[in-house]
């Protein structure tokens, strides 16, 4: 009890000191999560949306495989990742191993397969909803896949902050590809790992303690500015 | 004024689902013009028909035969349904939407929807969420967003089904409208009534089977079939 009420005194000294390392790491942690979110978004908004209006030999086998990848062992992520970018792997020249990219790319490869599998679900209710209204107005695969995104929008938010969750949290991949080095590639994650290892579970719970304030902070940032629970909105 | 509307055939159409006929075997000529109203008894196939015309649903045998190119036909016709499907959008943005998807300009868009709202009676509601419109409402903006694109066919599964009678007069008005305009209407009701009131030519179904198709006048005065005479005498024909 005495180290988790150390751990919220040290949150608030690092908080209201603007210690530069915590700012450092915080930053980039955001910076990291963030665009692994924002890159999976792009590859998993539009797939789950055509995953569920399609109909294709192998689409249960896909939706399935899909799902199943929703529990991908992070570890196993980084350990890939690491293999693939690392001197003598196949992208080993490009030089990324050790560096934010790298902790970008394995989070990609975590958080795609849930934003995708909840984007799913989600618009399989929305396209029965709309279907024989988007075949009668002769719409184009595209217009439709357009058109279910933009309606369905406000559940596709909800994924993709599931998938900002994951991301945000993760610190199995990262710490492997990324080697949770100072000033490079240390995010709130490793920190907090760092940190207990070394015994200091004071500060390693008052970094806890920002992380999930940041989680929070940027959960309700994107609802406020999507304005999930406007009056008037569905 | 829309272009001249094109006729449609159907010949030796079968629809099945899970083994059971829903559907014919008929074969049915409807002209290139005119308001014809299919009916008919629950389950008797009218809304199956009209799916099948429209390309909505697929039949099992046969084949749909438009006078003009598939695609042609296609992108002439609008379907109204008989549950209303509204976007999740305002009734400004359903009723832009199928103008959007034809890639007209914004102004153009702005104007004919500002036209069609007032047409509907919704122009108060333009930016209310379409999802939470009165029933009435609802098909009134179907409609509207049906014929925001001047279509040369429309189709409407029983628009009138629960609504009240001031609903169903404003709406029997924009359809006659839109007939007059020289959009070819075919639609489904087992409300003998509007039939009467709307119908140039008609088509009785039952069980899925094609039993009389002709005038609106001759059908109602002079029916050729038991079936159809039992159904305008108001007896239960299943």
Same mark, same amino acid.
């Given at each position: 009890m005495n180290e988790i009420w150390a751990g919220i005194q040290a949150a608030f000294r690092l908080i209201f000191s603007l210690d530069a390392d915590l700012v450092e790491i915080t930053l980039r942690s955001l910076q990291v999560s963030l665009t692994a979110l924002v890159v999976a978004s792009v590859i998993a908004l539009p797939f789950g949306t055509w995953l569920a209006i399609r109909r294709f030999r192998y689409r249960r086998a896909t939706i399935a495989t899909l799902n199943a990848l929703m529990g991908l062992p992070p570890v196993v992520v980084g350990l890939i990742v690491y293999l693939l970018l690392?001197?003598?792997?196949?992208?080993?020249?490009?030089?990324?191993?050790?560096t934010p990219t790298a902790m970008i790319i394995a989070q990609v490869i975590i958080i795609t397969p849930l934003i995708a599998s909840i984007t799913h679900q989600a618009m399989r209710e929305l396209w029965a909803e709309y279907h024989d209204l988007l075949i009668s107005l002769n719409t184009t695969k595209r217009q439709r896949i357009a058109t279910l995104i933009w309606d369905g929008r406000r559940t596709l938010l909800t994924a993709a902050l599931a998938g900002f969750g994951r991301a945000i949290g993760e610190v199995g991949a990262i710490m492997i590809v990324?080697?949770?080095?100072?000033?490079?590639?240390?995010?709130l994650t490793t920190a907090i790992a760092l940190e207990t290892g070394k015994g200091d579970f004071a500060l390693a719970l008052g970094l806890g303690f920002v992380l999930i304030a940041l989680a929070l902070l940027v959960n309700f940032a994107i609802h406020a500015l999507s304005r999930t629970e406007r009056e008037g909105t569905w | 004024m829309v272009e001249a509307p094109p006729s449609v055939s159907l010949s030796g159409a079968l629809v099945k689902r899970r083994g059971k006929t829903i559907l014919g075997p008929l074969d049915l000529t409807l002209a290139a013009s005119g308001f014809t109203i299919v009916l008919g $008894?629950?389950?008797?196939g009218k809304t199956t028909l009209l799916k099948v015309l429209h390309g909505v649903d697929r039949l099992s045998e046969g084949a749909v035969t438009w006078s003009v190119p598939d695609a042609q036909a296609r992108e002439s016709q609008a379907y109204v349904f008989q549950s209303p499907i509204m976007l999740r959008r305002s009734v400004r943005q359903n009723l832009a939407y199928p103008l959007q998807l034809l890639g007209e300009d914004k102004a153009s868009i702005a104007a004919k929807v500002a036209d069609w709202a007032q047409r509907i009676g919704l122009e108060d509601a333009l930016d209310r969420p379409a999802p939470r419109l009165s029933g009435g409402e609802r098909q009134k903006l179907a409609l509207g967003r049906a014929l925001i694109r001047n279509p040369q066919v429309l189709f409407l599964d029983e $628009?009138?089904?629960?609504?009240?009678g001031r609903s169903t007069r404003e709406i029997e008005a924009l359809l006659k409208a839109a007939q007059q305009a020289g959009t070819r209407i075919i639609m489904t009701t087992h409300d003998l009534g509007q039939a009467r009131r709307l119908a140039t030519d008609l088509v009785f179904l039952l069980r899925g089977a094609l039993h009389e198709q002709g005038r609106a006048p001759a059908f109602f005065t002079a029916p050729r079939t038991a079936e159809a005479k039992a159904f305008l005498e108001g007896d239960i024909v299943e």
């Open positions: 690392s001197r003598s792997g196949p992208f080993g020249v490009m030089g990324l191993l050790f990324g080697g949770n080095i100072d000033h490079a590639t240390r995010v | $008894p629950n389950g008797a $628009p009138c089904a629960n609504l009240d």
